[in-house]
């Protein structure tokens, strides 16, 4: 531990108090969050961490101490080098499940086709066996928005995992443009904002107050 420019015992509690402000604005936020994607979670999430790693790092400086926690980062996350005012965005969005009950899955596409209808062919993808789980998922996702089947994921007999949402700045394409590769230009350092669900989030809230 140096004894150049130390923080003092005031600044060390400064830091301490505003992670405990920052804390109570997130819950507050998760409490209030009108959605999986609340930009007032997100935000009050960054707050969060920028206060837990002051408070680390002023409390290293001064006591050569860290705290029992460590926030994800965004280390490894490519620098932003796309234009300032993009002509056009592209919005990714990945949600994960787990067919917890294949069965219900498969009522629910029976009930909504009785024949279990193959969805229609993709030019290089193996067409599904009728009756099959992936023929039954074909119809689920076929009939109801993405949306909707995240908010109702459990009726559906699907478990829902992590997801992640981002947006990132593109250049205006002709329509059909990337259709055959729709993914391929995901570029990190296009990237403008992203907001990720994930239960190791909740867990890392609940180790921060386990009371609530």
């Not at 150049?4 to 505003?18: F, I, N, Y």
């Not at 993808?125 to 009756?131: E, K, N, Q, T």
């Not at 699907?158 to 990132?168: I, K, M, Q, R």
Request: charged residues 30%.
């Amino acid at each position: 531990m140096s004894d150049a420019a130390q923080p003092t015992v005031a600044e060390v509690r400064a830091a301490a108090e505003a992670v405990k402000e920052a804390l109570d604005r997130h819950l507050e936020a998760v409490e209030r969050r009108s959605g999986e994607n609340d930009p007032a979670v997100f935000a009050a999430y960054e707050a969060l961490a920028a206060a837990a790693d002051a408070y680390d790092e002023t409390l290293y400086d001064a006591y050569d101490e860290v705290t029992p926690f460590e926030v994800p980062g965004d280390e490894s996350a490519a620098a932003y080098l796309g234009p300032d005012e993009p002509e056009a965005i592209s919005v990714l969005i990945r949600r994960d499940y787990v067919v917890a009950d294949p069965e219900r899955l498969r009522a629910q596409a029976v009930r909504l086709d009785g024949g279990l209808a193959v969805p229609p062919p993709v030019p290089g993808a193996a067409r599904p066996a009728a009756g099959s789980l992936n023929a039954a998922i074909g119809v689920l996702f076929g009939e109801y928005e993405p949306d909707e089947i995240a908010s109702r994921c459990e009726e559906f007999g699907l478990e829902e995992g992590d997801s992640t949402l981002w947006v990132s700045a593109a250049e205006p394409a002709e329509p059909g443009e990337w259709l055959p590769e729709p993914f391929d230009d995901a570029d990190p350092q296009l990237l403008i904002c992203r907001f990720d669900v994930s239960e190791v989030y909740d867990d890392e809230l609940e180790a921060l107050d386990p009371e609530h």
